[in-house]
């Protein structure tokens, strides 16, 4: 099978989107489809046929820049489809990409699929934004939130499928070693942006390194990252660690003790279920997190990890707490989130994502 990827932010762009589109295509090679990728910004250099949008001036996160790229990215399909026909186009984004894929499926006349990762902007969702999305072969959804969000204007349900992101569980079955930072050790994991709730996080720590002696690292990087570090200047054991490598982020889940996201719900954004939470879950860590989007689709409170309200500091930091002072409990989570992330192997997923399409 000939498939063509339209994916606007591909690594090193931190984000599980990002990471979703690179596995899966590295997944679908293997299985011995052809895959060309066509992204907006990212490495060209990571699989053998990546093709990159020529106007990288654009700014970062515009809705010109998006425009411009699937615009261009639908053109580069449809010259090439005429000398090597493709099977099928999956799009990865949500309404922009559902009118350009639409329009690019009538042009080429073959099939077009549409990944949506996260929470869909309320003032796209009406009966006519359902109109175009149906004139999508298939919409695969990470979360089960947004299949309901698609099937209440009028999507039509038989259209959409629930398949999350995946982790490849084999590189999280490395030994423990030390990282020298004060245990235990919390960390959080992604795009330092208002809607991962970060200041909720740092907040919240200080008030558990007031009680408790422990550190807090968080990795990646964002618009916001320079607002956090302020945040955070007077409290003792935060380190930001910017983004990093994947094998070193996997090292350091392995090494930590509790993994926290504080993710909030915005207009136009909610939680899908995110790779940090499942790479968290492979790592054996317990968890705290906020109730919000797809995040109770993996973690149950009580069982695998803590819920909190998001925008909740307080709330926060006495999960954490709880997790540091009664370690059964934490251990009794972690084994259950090793044992509940088996069926999320990258292997699985992407055979599941590739049977879609048929």
């Known amino acids: 099978m000939k498939i063509a990827r339209i994916i606007e932010y591909f690594p090193p762009h931190t984000g599980g989107m990002e990471r979703h589109g690179l596995i899966l295509s590295e997944e679908q090679i293997k299985l011995g489809h052809e ?70 499926s009538k042009k080429i006349g073959i099939p077009v699929v549409l990944t949506i990762h996260g929470g869909l902007n309320p003032k796209i969702l009406n009966k006519n934004s359902a109109k175009i999305f149906n004139k999508l072969q298939r919409i695969i959804c990470v979360s089960g939130e947004i299949k309901k969000s698609l099937a209440a204007i009028g999507v039509d349900s038989s259209k959409i499928f629930i398949v999350s992101s995946g982790v490849y569980l084999e590189e999280f079955k490395k030994a423990k070693t030390n990282i020298n930072y004060p245990k235990p050790i919390i960390v959080s994991v992604g795009a330092l942006t208002k809607q991962k709730g970060f200041d909720y996080l740092v907040r919240a720590f200080e008030a558990v390194r007031n009680l408790s002696k422990c550190s807090l690292l968080i990795i990646g990087s964002g618009l916001e990252e320079s607002r956090l570090k302020k945040l ?19 090292e350091i889940l392995i090494n930590s003790d509790i993994f926290v996201l504080a993710s909030i719900t915005m207009p136009g954004y909610y939680e899908g279920v995110p790779t940090s939470l499942m790479e968290a879950m492979a790592a054996g860590l317990p968890v705290v997190a906020t109730s919000t989007g797809g995040i109770p689709e993996l973690i149950k409170d009580g069982e695998n990890g803590i819920l909190v309200e998001e925008k909740n500091n307080g709330m926060l930091a006495d999960a ?6 009664n370690r059964d409990t934490a251990e009794k989570m972690s084994r259950q989130n090793l ?13 599941k994502i590739t049977d879609l399409y048929l």
């Open 35 to 104: 895959v060309d990728v066509f992204i907006g910004y990212g490495d060209e250099k990571l699989l053998p046929d990546i093709y990159k949008m020529p106007l990288q001036f654009l700014p970062f996160y515009s809705k010109t820049r998006r425009f411009w790229f699937n615009f261009w990215a639908s053109k580069q399909i449809i010259r090439r489809h005429r000398k090597n026909p493709y099977n099928i186009v999956h799009l990865h984004g949500d309404f922009v990409e559902a009118y350009f894929g639409s329009r690019l």
């Open 232 to 250: 955070a200047i007077d409290i003792d054991d935060i380190y930001f660690l910017g983004a990093l490598p994947h094998e070193r982020v996997v």
């Open 339 to 351: 044992e509940d992330v088996a069926q999320k192997d990258w292997p699985l997923i992407a055979r």
């Open 320 to 325: 954490i707490m709880e997790l540091i002072k």
